[in-house]
Each structure stands twice: as structure tokens, then as C-alpha cells.
């Protein structure tokens, strides 16, 4: 006898057995049991919510053998034919894999016909996004003015992708991400109906990583009965999932609140061992900060884990540098993928908390190079931290000596504004020469397109001149002028003084220049796309090449 998965297995086959969305279940209830019935409904929202589950217990509401109603008996042959996926009159179409104006055309023309066997004739379209524009275009009036026999139930992931005239004539439900509670609760059910043992841990760690998803829940616990053999603890899934026990992440927090860098590479070195996901590892690290951010400030605050002792923890730590080592964890998670290596991205991430910490009231920060260190003592669990402030981020990179480590801070580090250490003054002879100092600066925003479309004049005695073309004089606002003179300073070694005059046009200004490489990439693409062997024996056999659809890979 085959296997019934548990998603397929447990899938609810009535409005009360279905875990979440009362909203929409409200809703479709209210609507059957007043027969105000509309002829197209909508649902949308991640997948394993309930979208399709959700629209076939409405087909079966719609057709019970003992009338329409929003409590279905289950057992009357429309009932378990429809159960079964092969009730006649509840057509399922998959929009990913027919999705041409051909099979809308024949959905169609098989509308105006009376149902074989039920009151209702349903259409069920999943992922109805993907249908084609053509297609779109031939269901609208259809969908529109259908039979009194047809009802529509669509359902999609990415509604904004659906023309706003379908969405026009839906009713629309968003179905919500399942809570971690929603989700750990039906699992515990299932393994209970299942006669299954169980952790509370583990359940837990199978709804977290559930994301959401109840069916995507189900696949995990499937593939953890069959990863441990029938009995599930919380070691059991953690090595499952590639997650880590929470007293390992106690651990590693515990080495950064006492600054004790050899213990933190240990725990590392411990817990690599088991080559668990880091990514994983940051989001359990970032679940326990915000744990113990809420011990720190609210009061009775209960945390969920026991084998973290977060009430020492609290008591070491400011609730500034939990705000900051959070920042650091979920920024590492973010950057991760651009990483030597997922563990060197993540003991990066620790050693970056380990190196910082917000300033105290009554520090003080020295700006460059001559700077000596600060005599001013440490708290002796931070020895071996370098001091940095918290409120705003300088935007140029800074060679800083604080306290007695020095450090460099890029932009993705807060710290107290400073002042821009003076550069060496740099000549600026011609045009070419400007537009080297353009790409240099690495503008943006309003300032890049002020410099991207100015002409060079000249530069001399802090003066510096530039042409605009009269079709862009609308940039040459004075906040923007004093921002830019500011975010080329770095490159000119001082804060030039920017005016506009007339000039000759004729050179070539970086947006002319970007244009230009975009444009000879473009045509080279092409090029080489159409000289390639395999494309000219497909154009021989009659394929189209679609306008437009040729890009450079860069």
C-alpha cells in the first residue's frame, strides 16, 4: 500500500477543521448560508496557507448531495468525489503549465454547459498569475458575466502580477501567514493521532522553520519521522534541519558578554562539528537578543528557552549593545551569501560584535592619525573591545584610534559623526580628468545626476565651474549643489565652490558616456547572439527571436 503524505493525509475537508484564516473562512460561511454567493472569488498568499484547500471545500459546499450549504456532510458521493480529485464538475486547471489563450479558450466554451452531475459547475485556476496576457484578455468576459452555473475560484501567490481588470471583478481574500503556534499546534495533533513521540522542543523548531507554511510544516515533519525513525527530539531535528541547540547559542553569548574571544572561537570550532546552516544559526542568535532585549525592558517578560540564562546575561549587558550585536546579527544573515565561506561570514559577524560596543556618557572619541590613545580605563568584561558611538553613521570611510586598539569604520558601522580628515588638493585640468573624479566619489541620488549631466570648465582656486544643458537645469538647486560641492570633497581635497555658466556642449558627459557602453553592449550581445550556431539553425527552422528579449549578461 502506498504512502500518504501527511499534507495530503490531514488536509481539512471542512471550514472548522481548518487552522487560521477565520477571516476568510467568516466570510465564505456567510456568504453560503444567505445564498449571496459570489460568481469569482480571489485567494491569495503564500503557499501551504490554504488557498486551494480553502476552494475545494467551497466546490463542496456549493454541491453536497443534501444542499448548499457552508457545513458539507463528507460523505455523499459528490462530497468524497471531490475529496478524491475526481469530481466532473470541479475542474482544476494549472495556470504554471496551461497557460495560453488556446486553453482559456476551451475552459470557455465548455462554461455554457450545464453541469453533468452537480448544482455548480467550479473552476478552480491555481497560480492564475502566470496565465498569459492573450489568455487574460479571452477569460475577462467570461469572468465577468459567467452562466448561473459557473463559479470561478482563483488562486495565486503574486497577486500584482493579475491585470487590475480581473482583479476588478474577483472578490478578493488575502490569506495570512500561519502563526508559529497555529502551526506547532497541529503538529502536535497529528503526531498525537499518529501515535508518534515527541519533544516539545522539537515541535517547536519544526514550526519555526515552517515559516509560515502548514504544509511546508507537514513536509518537514514527514521527512523528520522518516530522519529519526519514529521518535522526535530536539537533537534528532536539529541536525535535521541544520539548526543549533539554543544552549549553544547561550554559550556563544555568554563568551561575548565576558569579551572572551578564545572561549567564542571554541564554541564556534564546538558547534561547526555538526556543520550546521549558519544562516540558521544567526536567526536563532537573533530570536535569543530579542529575548533578552525583552528581559531587559519588559517587565515580566517570560523567555521562551530555559538553557539560557538571559537574567545574567541582562545584567552584563546594556540594552544599547543588544540593540547594536542585533543590528550585527540580522546584517550578517543579510550578507551571508557574500561571504569567503558561510563560517567565516558568520565568526566575522561574532567578531564584530566582540570589536564594538556603544560609547559611554563621558567618553570621548579622537579623530585621526596623530591622535594618541585614550588613558581612559574599560570595564574589565569589554577589555578587549575598542570604543565606538551609536547615533549616526559617517559616510566616508575613517582611520579612527580609540581607547587602545585602532580601527577601521566603514559605513555600515555607527559611530560618531567626525570631521573629514584634509586631503591632499588634487589639480583638475579637463574633462576627462572630471569624470574620473565622478566615478571616484560614488555619488547618488540627485547629486550623481547633477554631476552625470554637467560639462567641465575649469577648476581653480577652489572655484569649480561646470555647463548644464538647458533640459537638466532643473537639477541645479542649491541643496543639491551644496551636496554635491560636499561629496566630491574627498576627491578635489577641499569643499569647492560650485557655479554654472555657459559653455561649449560638445563633450561628453558620464551619462552620455554610461549610454554609450550600454548601448555598444547591447549591440554586441546581439551580435554575438545572432552569429551563434545553434540560433541561426533555429532561425532556419522557422523560430522568431523576441524583440527585445537580447541583454548582456552584465
Not at 183 to 201: D, H, M, P
Not at 252 to 270: F, I, N, R, T
Not at 477 to 502: C, M, R, T
Request: charged share 20%.
Amino acid at each position: 500500500m502506498s504512502y500518504l503524505v501527511l499534507a495530503r493525509k490531514w488536509r481539512p475537508k471542512k471550514f472548522t477543521e481548518l487552522v487560521g484564516q477565520e477571516h476568510v473562512v467568516k466570510a465564505l460561511t456567510n456568504a453560503l448560508d444567505t445564498g449571496r454567493v459570489h460568481h469569482a472569488f480571489l485567494f491569495t498568499g503564500t503557499r501551504g496557507v490554504g488557498k486551494t484547500t480553502i476552494a475545494r471545500i467551497f466546490a463542496k459546499s456549493l454541491n453536497c448531495e443534501k444542499g448548499e450549504s457552508s457545513d458539507p456532510c463528507g460523505v455523499c458521493n459528490a462530497c468524497l468525489d471531490i475529496d478524491a480529485g475526481r469530481f466532473v464538475d470541479l475542474l482544476e486547471i494549472d495556470a504554471a503549465s496551461n497557460t495560453g489563450v488556446d486553453d482559456v479558450r476551451d475552459l470557455i466554451d465548455n462554461a455554457q454547459y450545464m453541469p453533468a452531475r452537480g448544482r455548480t459547475k467550479v473552476y478552480l485556476i491555481d497560480e492564475v498569475h502566470m496565465l498569459s496576457k492573450s489568455a487574460f484578455n479571452a477569460l475577462l468576459k467570461t469572468l465577468e458575466e459567467p452562466p448561473g452555473h459557473v463559479k470561478f475560484l482563483l488562486a495565486t501567490t503574486d497577486p500584482q502580477k493579475l491585470p487590475v481588470t480581473v482583479l476588478s471583478r474577483c472578490l478578493q481574500f488575502n490569506l495570512r501567514r500561519l502563526e508559529e503556534s497555529q502551526i506547532g499546534g497541529q503538529i502536535s495533533k497529528i503526531l498525537a493521532a499518529e501515535n508518534i513521540e515527541v519533544e516539545a522542543a522539537a515541535v517547536k523548531l519544526l514550526a519555526r522553520s515552517a515559516d509560515g507554511s502548514l504544509r511546508d510544516g507537514l513536509s518537514l515533519l514527514d521527512q523528520a519521522i522518516a530522519y529519526t525513525g519514529g521518535k522526535l527530539t530536539a537533537d534528532s531535528v536539529n541536525a535535521m534541519l541544520g539548526t543549533v541547540d539554543t544552549a549553544q547559542v547561550g554559550g556563544l553569548l555568554d563568551a561575548l558578554s565576558l569579551g572572551d574571544a578564545a572561549a567564542l572561537m571554541a564554541k564556534v570550532e564546538e558547534m561547526s562539528v555538526y556543520s550546521p546552516d549558519f544562516a540558521h544559526v544567526l536567526d536563532d542568535f537573533a530570536i535569543a537578543l530579542h529575548q533578552l532585549q525583552c528581559t531587559q525592558l519588559v517587565p515580566g517578560f517570560e523567555t521562551e528557552s530555559s538553557s539560557v540564562d538571559f537574567a545574567t546575561l541582562a545584567s552584563r549587558l546594556s540594552a544599547e549593545q543588544v540593540q547594536l550585536w542585533y543590528q550585527m546579527a540580522t546584517n550578517g544573515r543579510r550578507d551571508l551569501a557574500y561571504a569567503p565561506s558561510p563560517r567565516a561570514g558568520f565568526e566575522m559577524t561574532l567578531l564584530r560584535m566582540l570589536a564594538f560596543r556603544p560609547m559611554t556618557e563621558g567618553e570621548t572619541v579622537s579623530t585621526p592619525a596623530a591622535a594618541k590613545p585614550v588613558a581612559k580605563p574599560v570595564p574589565a568584561a569589554t577589555q578587549t573591545a575598542p570604543v565606538i558611538a551609536a547615533p549616526k553613521p559617517v559616510m566616508a570611510p575613517v582611520e579612527m584610534q580609540v581607547a587602545h586598539a585602532p580601527i577601521a569604520h566603514t559605513p555600515a558601522v555607527p559611530t560618531l559623526p567626525v570631521a573629514i580628515p584634509q586631503h591632499t588638493k588634487r589639480e583638475l585640468k579637463d574633462h576627462e580628468q572630471w569624470l574620473d573624479v565622478i566615478e571616484a566619489a560614488e555619488l547618488k541620488g540627485p547629486a550623481r545626476e547633477l554631476a552625470a549631466h554637467s560639462i567641465f570648465v575649469a577648476f581653480e582656486n577652489g572655484i569649480l565651474k561646470l555647463a548644464l544643458p538647458d533640459g537638466f537645469l532643473h537639477l541645479r538647486s542649491d541643496a543639491v549643489v551644496a551636496g554635491l560641492a560636499q561629496k566630491l570633497s574627498p576627491a578635489l581635497g577641499e569643499v569647492a565652490k560650485i557655479i554654472f555658466e555657459k559653455a561649449d556642449m560638445q563633450s561628453e558627459t558620464l551619462h552620455d558616456r554610461t549610454a554609450r557602453f550600454r548601448n555598444e553592449k547591447q549591440t554586441d550581445a546581439q551580435s554575438a547572439f545572432m552569429a551563434d550556431p545553434v540560433v541561426s539553425q533555429l532561425i532556419q527552422q522557422g523560430a522568431q527571436i523576441v524583440p527585445d528579449s537580447i541583454r548582456p549578461l552584465d
